[in-house]
C-alpha cells in the first residue's frame, strides 16, 4: 500500500513537473541569429512612435526541414517612450502572424477611440486583413482578432556609439513567415 | 451545317467561356443588357463602424451612396435577378436583405450563428447558403424565410460557391489555427480539412462528394458552365485548377517570385480569385507581397502573363460585368486599384476612408426598375 501511494505520488510530481517545465519554456522564446546584424542610428528613434523600417534576413539552420532557405523578414524599431537606453525601444516583425499581411502601427487618437477592443488608448499595431490589434506598449502583445499570438520580436543587443544593434530574431518567425 | 445548328454551337461555347465574375462566393456571370441595367460595385468596409457598405457606379468610378449596415459585413451574394443583395454581419450574426434598385435594407435576419461568413444563393434567388464558423451551413429559404436544412463539414464554415445552374453548391471551410481556438466559448471545429464539400441543391440540399485539394480551401471561383474551378489553397502562392465533373484537381498556377519574395512568406496563400476576359484569364492576389497576378487559364498549366504591383494587402478582386475591368481590394492601405483587362494597366485607385479596410465586393447589373417591388 505504501509503495502504491509512493509511486502514485511521484507520477503526480513528474506531471507537476512537466507542466512547470513546459509552461517555462514557453514564457521563454528562443532567439535565432540574424545574418547581419541591424544598425540604426539612435537619434533616428529619438521621437517616441516614430518608426524605423528595415529588412531582417536570416539562414535556416542544418536540422531545420528547409536547410540553407533564406528568410527576409520586416520590421520596424520604435522607441516607447523617450529615454536614451534601449530598455525604451522595441523592435518588432510587421508581418501578421495570423496569414503574414502586414500590419500597422496606428497612434491617430481617433482612430485609436474607434477600437472597442481595448480601453487603452496608447499605440496599437493593427492587421489590415483581418483586424488583429496589438499592443504597441507592450512589444506587440495580442490584444484581439484572429492572430494565435503577439508580434514576433527582434532582439535588440544594445546601443554602441550612438548606434542601435538588432542580432536576434524570436525563432519561431522563421517557421512561420 | 444548319443556321440553326451553328447558332447552338455558338451559344455553347460562349456559355462555357464566360467567365464568372468573383471570388468568395458570388453569383454567376450572366450577361445583361447594358441598356436596362445599371452597373455597381458593392465593398464591404470591415473597419467602418459606420457607412460600411460603399456603393460605386462602375461606369464613372464614382461613389453614389454609402450605407451602415451589419458590424464587420462579411458574405455578399445576389441571384441572377440582382435586384436584391445578401450581406452577412460576422459580429451582429445576421443576413441582411438589401434591395439594389432603392439601395435599401429591407430585411434583416438571425440565427445563423458564429460569424457569418461568405455566403452565396441560388440563382432563382431561393435558397441561401449560409456558412457559419461554427462548421456548418445553414440552407435559408427566402419564401419561407426559415432554415430550412443545416450541412455540417469538416473545419470552419468561410467560402461558399453555386455553380450557375442551380443545381451543385460547393462549401469551402478553413482549416482553422491556433488564433481561432483561442475563443473556446465559439467551439469551433479543429478538424482541419483539406477538402471542397460538393452539395446537390437539386436533392433536397443533400453532400454528394468532396473534392481533395491538397490543404486548406481557400477563395475559389466557378466558370460559367460550372465544369471548372479556379481556387486558392493554403501554402499556395499561386492557385489549384479543378475539374468539378471528376471532382480532382487537374492543374496548378504558381506565381514567378523574385529571390526576395522567395524569402518572404514561404508560408503565404494567394487570395482573391477572378475570372476575366471572356474566361481566358485568372486574376489573383498576393497578399504578403502587395502583387496582383494575371495568368492565362486556355493552357494548362495556367500562364502567367502579368504581375502588378498594388496596395497594401491585396485581399478580394472581382471583375465587372464584361470582365474587362478588374477590381482589387487593398484593405492594409485602404484602397482599392482599378485595372484595364485589356491593356494590362491599371486605371485608378479609390480611396477610402483611414481604417475602414475595404474588403469584399460585389458587382451587379441592376435592373433600371424605379418602382419595381423587391423580391
Keep these: 500500500m505504501l509503495r502504491r501511494r509512493f509511486i502514485g505520488f511521484a507520477l503526480m510530481l513528474l506531471g507537476y513537473g512537466r507542466r512547470a517545465w513546459a509552461q517555462l519554456a514557453s514564457a521563454t522564446p528562443g532567439y535565432y541569429p540574424l545574418t547581419h546584424p541591424i544598425r540604426i542610428a539612435l537619434d533616428t528613434v529619438s521621437t517616441p512612435w516614430r518608426q524605423v523600417p528595415f529588412v531582417a534576413e536570416a539562414v535556416l539552420p542544418q536540422t531545420s526541414p528547409t536547410p540553407g532557405r533564406r528568410v527576409l523578414m520586416n520590421g520596424v524599431l520604435y522607441r516607447r517612450e523617450t529615454g536614451d537606453d534601449s530598455s525604451a525601444l522595441s523592435a518588432l516583425c510587421v508581418t501578421c502572424p495570423h496569414e503574414l499581411c502586414q500590419v500597422d502601427l496606428v497612434t491617430d487618437e481617433a482612430r485609436l477611440a474607434r477600437m472597442s477592443d481595448s480601453d487603452k488608448k496608447n499605440p496599437k499595431f493593427v492587421c489590415g486583413c483581418h483586424g488583429s490589434v496589438f499592443d504597441a506598449l507592450d512589444d506587440g502583445a495580442w490584444i484581439s482578432g484572429p492572430a494565435y499570438r503577439g508580434l514576433f520580436n527582434f532582439r535588440v543587443g544594445g546601443i554602441t556609439a550612438g548606434t542601435v544593434e538588432i542580432d536576434e530574431v524570436e525563432e519561431e518567425t522563421l517557421s512561420v513567415v | ?375
Design chain 2, 1 to 375: 451545317m444548319k443556321l440553326r445548328d451553328l447558332s447552338v454551337v455558338l451559344a455553347l461555347a460562349a456559355s462555357s467561356t464566360l467567365g464568372l465574375r468573383a471570388q468568395n462566393a458570388q453569383v454567376s456571370y450572366w450577361p445583361h443588357d447594358p441598356g436596362t441595367t445599371h452597373e455597381k460595385l458593392y465593398v464591404n468596409s470591415q473597419g467602418a463602424p459606420i457607412n460600411n457598405l460603399t456603393i460605386i457606379d462602375v461606369p464613372t468610378l464614382k461613389v453614389i451612396k454609402k450605407m451602415t449596415i451589419g458590424a464587420e459585413p462579411h458574405g455578399v451574394a445576389a441571384p441572377r435577378s440582382q435586384d436584391v443583395l445578401y450581406i452577412s454581419s460576422m459580429h451582429d450574426g445576421t443576413v441582411q436583405k438589401i434591395d439594389t434598385v432603392k439601395d435599401e435594407i429591407v430585411k434583416v435576419w438571425g440565427g445563423f450563428g458564429v460569424e457569418p461568413e461568405e455566403n452565396d444563393i441560388t440563382p432563382d434567388g431561393r435558397f441561401l447558403y449560409q456558412p457559419s464558423y461554427a462548421g456548418y451551413w445553414s440552407v435559408f429559404d427566402t419564401q419561407k424565410e426559415e432554415i430550412v436544412a443545416y450541412i455540417h463539414t469538416l473545419g470552419i464554415g468561410h467560402n461558399t460557391l453555386i455553380d450557375a445552374q442551380g443545381h451543385f453548391a460547393y462549401l469551402f471551410p478553413l482549416k482553422g489555427d491556433p488564433g481561432h481556438w483561442r475563443r473556446p466559448s465559439l467551439g469551433l471545429p479543429r478538424t482541419m480539412p483539406n477538402e471542397v464539400t460538393v452539395v446537390d441543391i437539386t436533392k433536397n440540399h443533400q453532400v454528394v462528394g468532396t473534392i481533395p485539394v491538397g490543404d486548406g480551401p481557400r477563395p475559389p471561383i466557378l466558370t460559367a458552365d460550372g465544369k471548372r474551378m479556379y481556387m486558392n489553397v493554403d501554402r499556395l502562392l499561386g492557385f489549384l485548377v479543378i475539374d468539378t465533373a471528376a471532382r480532382k484537381v487537374i492543374s496548378k498556377a504558381t506565381f514567378e517570385l523574385t529571390p526576395d519574395e522567395q524569402a518572404s512568406g514561404a508560408n503565404a496563400h494567394a487570395h482573391g480569385i477572378a475570372i476575366a476576359n471572356n474566361g481566358k484569364e485568372v486574376w489573383t492576389n498576393d497578399t504578403v507581397h502587395n502583387t496582383t497576378y494575371a495568368f492565362d487559364v486556355t493552357v494548362l498549366p495556367p500562364k502567367q502573363i502579368a504581375k502588378f504591383p498594388v496596395g497594401r494587402g491585396p485581399y478580394w478582386i472581382v471583375p465587372s460585368q464584361d470582365g474587362m475591368t478588374i477590381f482589387v481590394a487593398c484593405p492594409g492601405s485602404d484602397e482599392m486599384v482599378v485595372f484595364d483587362v485589356a491593356t494590362k494597366k491599371e486605371k485608378t485607385r479609390l480611396t477610402f476612408p483611414a481604417g475602414d479596410r475595404p474588403t469584399r465586393m460585389i458587382d451587379l447589373a441592376v435592373p433600371i426598375r424605379p418602382q419595381m417591388a423587391s423580391k
